[in-house]
């Protein structure tokens, strides 16, 4: 019976010293287990290299020692980035998920303004109308809200905006399209801009002003010649 306690009592302690083993094993495994992969998701204006120096974990440190709020926290300081989430795992794969401030509206050669409104120099070249003039700062929130509703691929037809305020209407403004053609819009109905790729085809190759300001009518501009003929 003493003996076959003795071999009850040895297995108990082998099992339990093994689990210990592996347990610290595992331990020492991962916290000295180092950043395998790092992967940078959403970024288009921001290179990966820059964001990936941002986060100082160019030397693949660690998985432990990250500490993924303070890398949101120093990456979020920058302004052309809206938001940021990072996971780690103990595979050593780290993933950074950007969303960033896009370019809306260019002010000079490298003057934009972003989608959160402020404006900031960047080193870039997008494709974005050019603002004319200065908006009023009472309206200056609601137009960069309701610049944020019109697709990109209209966007990017749209070559110049003007502030164009009449005494009836503060939130009027004229777009001039890259084929010519000429907008007014007030911004409580900016978004009927974005059926511009529906309504072009029926003006037949005409050029003209489209008032979407109030009503949906188009006026065909008079060329010189025309006018020359009219007269005559």
């Known amino acids: 019976m003493k003996k076959k306690k003795r ?105 934009y303004i972003l989608s959160n409104g402020d404006m900031e120099e960047i080193d870039i070249e997008e494709q974005v109308p050019f603002l004319k003039g200065e908006v009023d700062a009472s309206i200056y929130d609601n137009f960069i809200k309701k ?19 009449t005494e009836f209407d503060n939130e009027r403004f004229l777009m001039r399209m890259n084929d010519g053609n000429i907008v007014y819009v007030t911004l409580s109905r900016i978004e009927l801009i974005n059926s511009y790729n529906e309504v072009y085809p029926t003006l037949e190759d005409s050029k003209g002003i489209l008032h979407l300001d109030s009503g949906n009518h188009f006026e065909i501009k008079v060329k010189k010649e025309d006018k020359k003929t009219d007269e005559q």
């Open 147 to 165: 610049m944020l509703l019109i697709d990109k691929d209209i966007l990017i037809k749209i070559s110049e905006m003007e502030y164009a305020k």
């Open 7 to 111: 071999k009850i009592k040895l297995k108990s302690i082998i099992v339990v010293f093994s689990f210990i083993l592996i347990v610290g094993l595992i331990i020492f495994y991962y916290t000295n287990k180092r950043i395998t992969n790092i992967y940078v998701i959403g970024n288009n204006l921001l290179k990966e290299s820059y964001i990936i120096d941002k986060t100082n974990l160019i030397n693949y440190p660690p998985i432990v020692s990250i500490d993924t709020k303070k890398i949101e926290n120093d990456l979020i300081s920058d302004s052309l980035i809206k938001s940021v989430e990072v996971k780690k795992s103990l595979l050593g794969k780290v993933t950074i998920t950007i969303e960033e401030n896009t370019p809306i509206l260019k002010m000079s050669d490298n003057l």
